[in-house]
């Protein structure tokens, strides 16, 4: 006990007069530079930053973010698969004839010459913008709206895509046959 008195005395003499001041700016820099100058003493290197750390949690949040998008688009029925669930048909359909229009744009980009060029392109064209009408009839059939006219208007779309490209391919034709008319009855 005796002991425990002394060093509360030694506290109670000693209050206010420690220092509690942090150390001026450069302190840490001037104390190393006394301990390098004394013998035997080895410098500490300062810590690097490691940016590591924080590069990973962001690619790790990233890394989140990219497969909680990939489950919630991957939990949606396409276009298609909601047409196919409304009706069967009209998948079936729009698979034969999207395929025999598809080969017969093959046929004539292969048809192609610089006669024929700007008329293929137009033709692109529409046939594009024909597309885009499909795609728009699809969405309005998914949205609920009156499925005999949308699958009538449909199947028109497909039907008017396949005209145009019959009668180009019969203009291309024609425009191939006058070319060789010409080139035959060319004298030199």
């Known amino acids: 006990m005796n002991e425990d008195r002394k060093i509360e005395e030694l506290f109670k003499n000693l209050q206010g007069s420690f220092d509690t001041e942090e150390p001026g700016v450069g302190h840490e820099e001037r104390f190393l530079q006394k301990l390098s100058n004394s013998n035997g003493v080895v410098r500490l290197k300062p810590k690097k930053n490691n940016w590591w750390r924080p590069l990973s949690i962001a690619a790790s949040i990233i890394l989140l973010f990219a497969v909680g998008a990939s489950l919630y688009t991957t939990g949606r029925p396409s276009i298609d698969e909601q047409v196919a669930k409304i009706s069967p048909e009209v998948s079936q359909t729009q698979f034969y004839f999207a395929n025999l229009i598809d080969g017969q744009i093959k046929e004539l980009v292969d048809q192609s010459t610089p006669e024929t ?28 709206g009156n499925s005999k006219l949308i699958l009538s208007a449909m199947i028109t779309n497909f039907q008017t895509r396949i005209d145009l490209l019959q009668e180009v391919m019969d203009k291309i034709e024609n425009i191939k046959t006058f070319k060789n008319y010409d080139d035959e009855n060319i004298t030199i």
């Not at 293929?120 to 699809?138: F, M």
């Open 117 to 144: 060029k700007k008329l293929v392109d137009d033709t692109l064209l529409q046939l594009n913008k024909l597309e885009k009408n499909y795609k728009k009839l699809e969405q309005d059939l998914i949205d609920g």
